[in-house]
């Protein structure tokens, strides 16, 4: 299993609809074929030191493969959110994982 998971950071001044606009791209995105789960979110109300609550939201995405993830990357989904969402993000962080088999 690979693991996907990405945070954005919206940039400043964008009002309660476009983060709303935002937050409705993630949906498809998430659907696209190669995806096996998915997880959208923004942070949460947890109080401790070692956790970063600085993004606006977050996808977790998990693919049965690196293939599978590779595809998902040039997917008109993908591209499509790239193409109406991008200009609307001031940062995003990837973290891929590749999942030990436990």
């Known amino acids: 299993m690979h693991t996907y998971i990405v945070f954005f950071w919206l940039k400043e001044g964008l009002d309660e609809g476009e983060h709303e606009r935002f937050f409705e791209g993630l949906d498809p995105l998430t659907r696209e074929q190669h ?11 947890t109080d401790r030191d070692v956790v970063d609550f600085s993004y ?31 200009d609307m993000v001031e940062r995003v962080q990837v973290y891929d994982v590749a999942e030990a088999n436990v």
């Not at 995806?35 to 923004?42: A, E, L, N, P, Q």
């Open 56 to 86: 606006a939201y977050s996808i977790v995405l998990r693919f049965d493969n690196l293939a599978a993830h590779n595809a998902y990357q040039v997917s008109d989904e993908h591209q499509a959110f790239l193409d109406t969402r991008l």
């Open 35 to 45: 995806v096996r789960d998915r997880r959208i979110g923004k942070p949460a109300a």
